[in-house]
């Protein structure tokens, strides 16, 4: 079964860049798994971030970026606010139709 | 605006039944690949299933594979997860969501679904 893996934790200071990567347990991650990322705080949908790697949603600051760095996606914050601190999902398309969410990323401001 | 709302959530006993729905906005809905995706309490985000705009094909992830069954209801922009063999695991707050190309981009904001006996 696969799994996607992120870093479980992030701390970044008000201003700062902090990267987040999901990879797979078994391959890597390229534009043909059309990763997208999505932002969760408490009691909250997820909100979509950003789509088939790099493409920002609708109304979605520019401080959010999506790439691919070695064999991993990559989310990038640049100038990381306080409401920026929240739970962040990765997901991946392995194939047949499936999609896979990562593990999850809780990044604190501070 | 689009507005996507789960309901049919609750209390059911382990190896129970039930049925989730998903009413969305019909400018939408008509056109969009559909997913159920679910997150135990505390934990992440599970995708679960997805449905192609007319119904023909359908997908489900390996946990609920046999078990769960998607399907939709176009004329009344309606969107269906048929629950059975109930575990505890499956306790989750299950989000009905948009799927267009690699992207959910509209969340309902859930239902809760509660397996104990």
């Known amino acids: 079964q696969t799994v996607v893996t992120q870093e479980p934790s992030f701390s970044v200071s008000p201003g700062g860049t902090v990267t987040l990567t999901c990879g797979l347990s078994?391959?890597?991650?390229?534009?043909?798994?059309?990763p997208s990322w999505y932002q969760q705080t408490p009691g909250q949908p997820p909100r979509a971030l950003i789509h088939?790697?790099?493409a920002r949603s609708s109304g979605v600051p520019d401080r959010f970026s999506g790439s691919i760095l070695g064999n991993r996606a990559a989310l990038t914050i640049t100038g990381a606010q306080a409401d920026d601190e929240s739970d962040y999902y990765c997901v991946l398309y392995v194939g047949s139709g499936i999609y896979v969410f990562g593990t999850g990323t809780r990044v604190s401001v501070l | 605006e689009v507005q996507l709302v789960e309901s049919g959530g609750g209390l059911v006993q382990p190896g129970g039944s039930l049925r989730l729905s998903c009413v969305g906005s019909?400018?939408?809905?008509?056109?969009?690949?559909m997913s159920w995706v679910r997150q135990a309490p505390g934990k992440g985000l599970e995708w679960l299933a997805n449905?192609?705009?007319?119904?023909?094909?359908?997908y489900y992830g390996a946990s609920v594979k046999g078990r769960f069954t998607i399907s939709r209801d176009n004329a009344n922009s309606l969107l269906f997860l048929q629950m059975n063999s109930l575990r505890a695991e499956d306790t989750a707050m299950y989000y009905c969501?948009?799927?267009?190309?690699?992207?959910?981009?509209?969340w309902g904001r859930g239902t809760l679904v509660t397996v104990s006996s």
């Open positions: 088939s790697t790099n």
């Open positions: 449905i192609k705009e007319d119904g023909t094909d359908k």
């Open positions: 969501a948009t799927q267009g190309y690699a992207l959910f981009e509209y």
């Open positions: 078994s391959g890597s991650v390229s534009t043909n798994s059309y």
């Open positions: 019909a400018s939408i809905f008509r056109t969009s690949w």
